[in-house]
Every structure is written in C-alpha cells, then in structure tokens.
C-alpha cells in the first residue's frame, strides 16, 4: 500500500525516473528538476486560485456593500463602547450611554449630515479616516458648537476634569462626561475667552488625534484579516468544486486553499500595480 501511494504522488514519481539514471549526477540533476518543475506547477495553481479569489471577493464586496456596512458597523461600535469594556456588544447588552449625540455631530462634520452617510461610510479607509480626522480639528477649535463630540474624545483627560472640585454642592457624582459638558456649556454662556483645543500644542489635540488614529488601525488591521480568512474559504472551496490531478481529497484542497488564501493579496497587489501602469485615456 505504502509503495501504491507514494507511485500516485508526484514527487514519488519523479523520484523512482530518477533512480533509472546511470550516474549519481544525473540522479541528483533530475531530482533538482522534478522538484523545479513541481514548485513551479504548484506557484502557478497557488496563484491562479489567489487571484481568482480575490476577484470573487471584490464582486462579493461591491454588490453586497460589505465596505459600507463594516464601516458603518465600526463606527457604531467605537461610539458605543465605553472605556471600561474592550467589545460594544457587552455595553449594547448593558444598556450602557450611547453617546449618540456625539456620533450624530461627527457625522454632520464628515459626512454633512447624519440621517444618510451611506456615501461617506462607502469610502476607503485611508479617505473616510482622513476626513475624520479633518472634522475632529475642526470640532476642537469651536467645540462650545459640538460638545458631544468633543466631549466623547476627551472628556476624560485631565482638561474634561477641570472643575471637578466645584461640583462638591452639587447633587450625587457626575461623571467625567457630564463634567465636561457642563463646562463646556458654562464657557460658552460666560463670554469667556475660548480656549482653542484645536491647536498642535493642546494636549487634547494630540489626545483626539491619537484615538482617531488607533480607530483607523485596528479597523484597516480587521478589514485585512477579514479578507484574507474569505480568501482562505473561498480558495479551499473552488479547489474542492474544481479537483485536479493536484488536488486529489479533501486535505489537499484544504491545504492549499490555505496556501491559496496566503497568495491572494499578493495576487491582488500585482495586479494592482499592473492596472496603475496601464495608459490613462
């Protein structure tokens, strides 16, 4: 049985024509062939299953709007969870603060409006992130007109605390959110001279920025993973629907959809950069 087996693999073919070669130099010569040509038959497959992914995966995002509703559904999440609790899902089940206000004025500022941002949740990352970012300046430097967002981005840094100790006569705790819209709110009323958050050396600044910033990350880093475990599924079953003299079970085509779904974003990159050299008409 063993030696059935390993006659129906490719190596072990390639190995028993070589053992018929006369001298020692040619058998190991034929080997280093048989293993080039083997490798090279299993990088193409690999590729061609990759890239055949990837373009079954794009079809998939844009008619399903999977980029519109994963942004939709990180933004929600990043609003929603508080700084005690790492998943949103926990504080939805708790009924914890929604922080709605905050993301309805986050939205005027990106997307224009808050009832419909299916446009602005349909962007790139790198575009949707970026006028985040645009919007978060500009709620910074006129924030007594959207304390909600400002107040969610650094309501608990040491500025959200400041009058803290005034509120000793006051009735129970507050907490540092409702601190810092009441100070907000009294600056704004006061005729006080305003202090601009929005500039490069405010420590709220660098403290909204960097929250912007870890945000884009983890939801570019998730969207890559995302993708790359679809490739995988997809890969493995288009190997299975598709058998070859490569592919003889289950195992295999499991194995090499692994491989397949590991391949496809460097497929995708490729071709990338093969389009961007095309001509522009």
Known sequence: MAETHS???????ALQECQTKASAFDQVSCIADGFAKIALDWALLLAAVGTLSMVLIELIKSLFMARRLYHNLA???????????????????????????ARRE???????????????????SDQLFSQMQASTNVALRSWPRYPNF????????????????????GEGKQAPEEISSAHLKR?????????????GDSPEY???QRRIDTLRIYTEWRWARLNQLAAIG??????IAFQSPKTEGLCDSIMLGILAGLVAPFAKDVATRLSSLSPRR
């Open 75 to 101: 933004v929600w999440a990043w609003f929603r969870r508080c700084p005690e609790h790492r998943f949103a899902l926990f504080c939805w089940l708790k009924q914890h603060p929604t922080h709605e206000d």
């Open 150 to 169: 400002v107040n969610f981005l650094v309501g608990r840094s040491s500025w959200g605390r400041v009058n803290e100790t005034s509120l000793k006569h």
């Open 187 to 199: 600056n704004s009323d006061g005729g006080k001279v305003l202090e601009d958050l929005g500039s």
């Open 234 to 239: 997809i890969s493995a079953l288009l190997l």
């Open 106 to 124: 986050c939205l005027e500022l990106s997307a224009g409006e808050f009832r419909d941002a299916r446009g602005w949740y349909d962007q790139p």
């Open 7 to 13: 006659e129906s693999t490719l190596i072990g073919r």
């Open 206 to 208: 660098f403290l909204a």
